[in-house]
């Protein structure tokens, strides 16, 4: 079997958090002034354990709700964040604790397009300079002709005309600028690209004509996707499998169209009962799932399951609430979960 391009093994990413107080007790505030002395009082656990990994050529879904940690994952796989422990692989190698006079050459080979087109983008650099600064920082064109050429190249993949090379970023709409942003991306030839919701911030027609391509840029480049977002529905379309994440953990993960078909963690069957159906007739026979309460706070995750307190399932087993429950395979799914089948 061809080796996976991308190995995660046990990630997590921990934020620290800081509290300063009085330097004598009852010394308030508002009397007598806070002295700067600080200490960690906690750490935001944003990623916890992680494990899985990407083929060659494979596009993996991470979906969940808002602050879940499906950002910091995928900045960690980049080393864009220093992982708190585990380990990362990529193309065989041990990227994880990799110096920067090492990593930067492999930088070429994984890239990232970022959710939001109006802040990715630097407004005092031209167009062409935005895509041609990986160029050069990596030395790929061996005259100034060869960069003009290449920049053109690849404005034109991604739909742009070559003139947009001299214009800015205000000139751009947001749909415009997520291609600039793509094309930013490419200028390296890399192998793998880590989408951070990269249509979530665009118009619902302009979705459709960003994910068509990046889906003809992934058939022509032989490209590896980790493509993150909300949307249930992208992600069923564009990935080949999809990972489901709750809390810093993977709660699921498996093929999209089993995922789809046949959900088997009850976090997942809530966040697809909740996908909207176009049809009236099929929406009103459709079960929803009602979740109580809001999600814990990564400062102070559960014990146990830290879905439990929200999970639906009655009658739960006394170890959804000591014990953390490890991926395990349900057909062709691996299910942190105690209760599915």
């Given amino acids: 079997m061809t080796p996976p391009l991308v ?23 508002l009397t007598r002034g806070w002295h700067a002395i600080s200490r960690q009082a906690a750490s935001v656990k944003a990623v916890t354990e992680v494990s899985f990994e990407i083929a060659r050529g494979e596009t993996v879904g991470l979906v969940g709700e808002s602050g879940c940690g499906k950002s910091t994952l995928g900045r960690t796989v980049l080393r864009l964040l220093e992982p708190t422990a585990g380990q990362i692989r990529f193309a065989g190698e041990d990227i994880t604790e990799l110096p920067e006079s090492k990593l930067r050459p492999m930088r070429r080979r ?19 300079a935005t895509v041609g600064e990986p160029l050069d920082i990596h030395h790929l064109t061996a005259s ?14 991604v739909g742009l005309p070559a003139d947009a090379s001299t214009r800015y970023p205000h000139e751009f709409s947001g749909g415009q600028r997520q291609r600039i942003g793509i094309a930013r991306a490419l ?3 890399p192998d793998f690209i880590v989408c951070d919701e990269p249509i979530s911030a665009l118009d619902v027609s ?24 909300h949307d249930l529905k992208i992600v069923q379309h564009i990935c080949d499998r999809v990972a489901v994440m709750y809390l810093g953990r ?18 997942t069957r809530a966040l697809l009962s909740a996908v ?4 009236p007739t099929a929406a009103s026979r459709k079960a929803r799932v009602i979740l109580q309460g809001d999600v814990p706070s990564p400062l102070r995750p559960p ?3 830290a879905f439990h307190p929200r999970c639906p399932v009655k009658g739960k087993p006394p170890e959804c609430f000591t014990v953390i429950p490890p991926l395990r395979l349900l057909g062709g799914a691996q299910v942190a979960c105690h209760v599915a089948e």
């Fill in 7 to 29: 190995e995660l093994r046990g990630v997590s990413k921990w934020f620290p958090t800081k509290v300063a107080w009085p330097r004598t007790p009852g010394q308030s505030l």
């Fill in 110 to 128: 994984m890239q990232m397009i970022f959710q939001d087109p109006y802040a990715s983008l630097n407004p005092r650099m031209s167009i062409g």
């Fill in 187 to 189: 200028a390296v030839r």
């Fill in 303 to 305: 014990a146990g399951c």
């Fill in 206 to 229: 302009i979705q459709a004509q960003i994910v068509n391509l990046l889906q003809d840029l992934q058939a022509s480049d032989e490209l590896t996707y980790l493509f993150i977002s």
């Fill in 276 to 279: 909207p159906v176009l049809d």
């Fill in 144 to 157: 100034k002709a060869a960069r003009r050429d290449r920049i053109a190249e690849l404005l034109a993949r």
């Fill in 250 to 267: 993977i709660v699921e993960l498996a093929p999209a169209a089993e995922l789809y078909r046949s959900p088997r963690h009850p976090y």
